[in-house]
């Protein structure tokens, strides 16, 4: 299947790991990922859309990436965006 992360057509740039179990709510199967949020913030940031350092800690995103992976040419940072 072509387009897809095994084939190499869209890179590995980092992952996060986590225990959810403390997480559960009521009515919700445990194991359902919400990791979609995450992944959308992530890659708009790493494109330049949206703030490289928009998080609460500003080297949030940062330390997502994998270790070999570097931090993108695209990134832009929240003084690099006008307001308004």
Known sequence: MPGWVGD????VVGEQSRDDSAYTLPGVPPKI???SH???DFLNAFHG???W?????P???EKQLLPDAH??????FKNDIPVG
């Open 8 to 11: 190499g057509t869209w890179a």
């Open 38 to 40: 995450f992944a959308s």
């Open 71 to 76: 931090v993108p040419p695209t990134r832009r």
């Open 33 to 35: 990922s919400f990791t």
């Open 59 to 61: 080297a949030y995103f």
């Open 49 to 51: 859309l949206t703030p």
């Open 53 to 57: 350092d928009a998080m609460h800690d």
